[in-house]
T-cell receptor
Framework: LAKTTQPISMDSYEGQEVNITCSHN???????ITWYQQFPSQGPRFIIQ???TKVTNEVASLFIPADRKSSTLSLPRVSLSDTAVYYC???????????FGKGNQVVVIP | NAGVTQTPKFQVLKTGQSMTLQCAQD?????MYWYRQDPGMGLRLIYY???????DKGEVPNGYNVSRLNKREFSLRLESAAPSQTSVYFC????????????FGSGTRLTVV
């Protein structure tokens, strides 16, 4: 299983773009990169998923370099409601044993 | 609303008591999972069921049993609760396929005293 490394926490001001990084040096060929968001007292929520290059949806963008050993989740113009823990998950869902790391606590400051 | 429903939301048990956490999904997903989350530990997989009729151990299965009752329901049982099982428990499901992500329930906060 690919191990992921994320910063423990980060702060950002409201209205700024936030970039959250994840390292996954031993990513395998079949592995996808998925990001989840978790608010207090709630289950994690799917944000975005990618395999390579760039993926964008209505809430975020995911940048994956050619070697796929890292990825960056970009949240444009964050608001206070984006304060949450963000998890990077890497793996082949077919093995059913994907591990969540400790995540990155993002705090948005007014 | 479609999704994953967990019951109960909160529970307090005495050491040695037993209980079953219930989980149901209405999205016709094949796979279902039970995770526990402790402060500063992220989510750890307890058991999973890749399809109806099958169950397998995850990272921290000791002290738990599961039942995949049908395609919709996946229950987690604590036979003899211990204080170390105080945690927030999340159920999740996902459809078949390599790239599909999880849908999580809202969790059960369990305290064992």
């Amino acid at each position: 299983l690919a191990k992921t490394t994320q910063p423990i926490s980060m702060d950002s001001y409201e209205g700024q773009e936030v970039n959250i990084t994840c390292s996954h040096n031993n990513i395998a060929t079949n592995d996808y990169i998925t990001w989840y968001q978790q608010f207090p007292s709630q289950g994690p929520r799917f944000i975005i998923q990618g395999y390579k290059t760039k993926v964008t949806n209505e809430v975020a963008s995911l940048f994956i370099p050619a070697d796929r050993k890292s990825s960056t989740l970009s949240l444009p113009r964050v608001s206070l409601s984006d304060t949450a823990v963000y998890y990077c998950l890497v793996g082949d869902y077919g093995n059913n044993r994907l591990a969540f790391g400790k995540g990155n606590q993002v705090v948005v400051i007014p | 609303n479609a999704g994953v429903t967990q019951t109960p939301k909160f529970q307090v048990l005495k050491t040695g008591q037993s209980m079953t956490l219930q989980c149901a999904q209405d999205m016709n997903h094949n796979s279902m999972y039970w995770y526990r989350q402790d402060p500063g530990m992220g989510l750890r997989l307890i058991y999973y069921s890749a399809s109806e009729g099958t169950t397998d151990k995850g990272e921290v299965p000791n002290g738990y049993n599961v039942s995949r009752l049908n395609k919709r329901e996946f229950s987690l049982r604590l036979e003899s609760a211990a204080p170390s099982q105080t945690s927030v428990y999340f159920c999740a499901s996902r459809p078949h396929g390599l790239k599909y992500g999880y849908t999580f329930g809202s969790g059960t906060r369990l305290t064992v005293v």
